[in-house]
């Protein structure tokens, strides 16, 4: 009788250890706070050309109707970016915006892109369009950028029509958050609360989900002194459940092991 249950506590002992090493995994996966990117570190893919410092980056193409992207060589999986996005001129009414997910060694693979029109123009609404891109960087159109292209780009969703597009030497906030089953992408004028823009989930993406980690970056198309300014992004990796406040990773490893430690050993002492 007392083997059977000293056998049965070396079983419950392991087991215990198993829970241990899951639950201080458990506590080690929590959000870590805002960091800001480091932009002069992003590379530039397409035609356009980029004034960067580690806090900015702005489009300097002498080629107004160059198009491209200047992308993190990192990639990033679940995760909020928030930044300030402005055009510091009054020349044209093209596009500028972010894009996510992108595949720097290989650019035509698919990638989401989140383009903004200032103008009508060339079968283009001014406004907010969020596609999967699958052609690669020059798949992105400049006329009809609401509209999908089969092989080139999937228009997911769409927020246009007057009063939609950017003004001249305007601020804007921005927050694009960035997760395996949801893209919500928030924007608003400079210190105003955000307004959501795109809120979406894989089943209105073609191909579905879950949403891939990749490179984050500024897209620009044919629009000159396009500022992209002081973006920060935050990782959002799983926390505690709700109303429990975190210990510091150390502390939760210690607290868990002596916690099983102390299980085990009021196991054997019955």
Do not use: C
């Amino acid at each position: 009788m007392r083997r059977r249950m000293r056998t049965g506590s070396k079983g419950n002992e392991d087991m215990s250890k198993g829970l241990l090493f899951a639950a201080a995994a458990a506590a080690l996966t929590i959000a870590t706070p805002a960091a800001a990117l480091p932009i002069d570190t992003f590379q530039a893919f397409g035609s356009t050309t980029w004034a960067t410092t580690p806090t900015q980056a702005r489009q300097t193409s002498a080629d107004i109707n160059a198009r491209g992207v200047l992308v993190s060589m990192e990639d990033y999986g679940p995760s909020r970016f928030t930044g300030g996005l402005s055009v510091q001129t009054t020349s044209d009414d093209d596009f500028i915006g972010l894009v996510f997910g992108f595949d720097q060694a290989d650019e035509t693979n698919p990638f989401f892109l989140i383009s903004w029109k200032q103008g009508d123009q060339s079968g283009s609404i001014e406004g907010w369009t969020l596609s999967k891109v699958t052609g690669g960087v020059a798949a992105a159109p400049f006329a009809n950028h609401q509209t999908s292209s089969p092989g080139a780009f999937d228009v997911i969703a769409t927020d246009v029509g007057a009063g939609k597009g950017w003004a001249d030497n305007t601020a804007y906030d921005v927050s694009l958050t960035y997760l395996e089953d949801r893209i919500l992408f928030e924007a608003a004028f400079a210190g105003d609360p955000l307004a959501t823009i795109f809120d979406v989930g894989p089943g209105d993406v073609p191909g579905g989900g879950p949403f891939q980690a990749g490179g984050f970056g500024f897209y620009n198309f044919s629009q000159d002194d396009a500022v992209y300014d002081g973006f920060e992004r935050t990782d959002l990796t799983p926390r505690p459940p709700s109303g429990e406040v975190p210990l510091p990773p150390a502390m939760a490893l210690m607290a868990v092991a002596f916690g099983g430690l102390g299980w085990a050993a009021r196991r054997r002492r019955g």
